[in-house]
Nanobody
């Protein structure tokens, strides 16, 4: 069993930055595809970013390209999401997810095996 715990959320003004972290326990993430998703009030959970373990390839949803950066630290068993130039529309609960069944880019929720509880990000205008 894998436990994922997100941290780093908070309230920030538009144009500001936040760095989210996801710490894992119970299993090494060194061979897991990791992803970040978000869910705004009244909306479905949507893909934000993902990083593979084999080549550390990354993929982002179009709305965050050039502003968000996903990275991983296998030695610390963590994955991070650096969020810059934040916009009010980035406001959501952000979830970390881990996938162990595949090694490529995974953009859909169904591809992930484990989820964290989420951390709130609020961007004020």
């Amino acid at each position: 069993q894998v436990q994922l715990v997100e941290s780093g959320g908070g309230l920030v003004q538009a144009g500001g930055s936040l760095r989210l972290s996801c710490a894992a326990s119970g299993r090494t993430l060194s061979r897991a595809v990791m992803g970040w998703f978000r869910q705004a009030p009244g909306k479905e959970r949507e893909f934000v970013a993902t990083i593979t373990w084999r080549l550390e390839a990354t993929s982002y949803t179009d709305s965050v390209k050039g502003r968000f950066t996903i990275s991983r630290d296998n030695a610390r068993n963590t994955v991070s999401l650096q969020m810059d130039t934040l916009k009010p529309e980035d406001t959501a609960i952000y979830y970390c997810a881990a996938a162990f069944r595949d090694s490529g880019i995974i953009r859909h929720r169904s591809g992930y095996d484990y989820w964290g509880q989420g951390t709130q990000v609020t961007v004020s205008s």
